[in-house]
């Protein structure tokens, strides 16, 4: 697999048509075009942060919502996205960009141990990209929980996650 995780077949099942547009126009469109849809969001978050999340959680399953809503995690999330914008918006829409390119090796050549946590509830990255990871990565561990989604599965299972990349056992 010499592609992009979102051009993979079957990996985008349940992405709105807008979520296609954006990964399209990632991949294609200059990146002026980038940097230009992003400032309203950089905008909304400096204006009125409370909006700004409301706008950005639409959508998302009620388990990133009430993760998302905690307060530690809700202020750090904030601060991580006025902090992506900071500078303006380049950085953000060259990340997204890059992020759509092809990645110039197949997921078949990786030969490091890799561990694959995926939120069985994600809207942002879907399910069946985690599981197409998965099965095309040799020797890939991956943990797939129910009821998760995308922003939650950190907050909910840090503990876990690190004990696997650690080399401990999740059922300690």
């Not at 909304?44 to 809503?69: C, E, K, T």
């Not at 380049?90 to 030969?111: E, H, N, Q, R, Y």
């Not at 197409?132 to 503990?159: D, K, M, V, W, Y």
């Amino acid at each position: 697999l010499r592609e992009t995780w979102w051009s993979m077949p079957a990996t985008t099942a349940g992405w709105s048509r807008a979520q296609r547009a954006k990964a399209f126009l990632g991949r294609h469109a200059p990146l002026w075009i980038g940097e230009l849809a992003m400032k309203p969001v950089a905008r909304a978050l400096r204006q009125d942060p409370d909006a700004a999340l409301r706008r950005l959680f639409h959508g998302l399953p009620d388990a990133d919502v009430v993760a998302l809503n905690e307060p530690g995690v809700k202020q750090d999330f904030v601060d991580t996205l006025r902090e992506a914008f900071r500078s303006g918006t380049a950085g953000v829409a060259l990340d997204f960009a890059l992020g759509m390119k092809p990645w110039g090796f197949g997921t078949a050549d990786i030969s490091a141990q890799v561990h694959l946590w995926h939120g069985e509830d994600d809207t942002i990255v879907p399910v069946s990209m985690g599981h197409r990871l998965a099965q095309s990565i040799p020797g890939c561990t991956a943990t797939f929980l129910p009821g998760e989604g995308h922003f939650s599965l950190l907050p909910n299972h840090a503990t876990e996650i690190l004990r696997a990349v650690c080399g401990e056992s999740r059922t300690r």
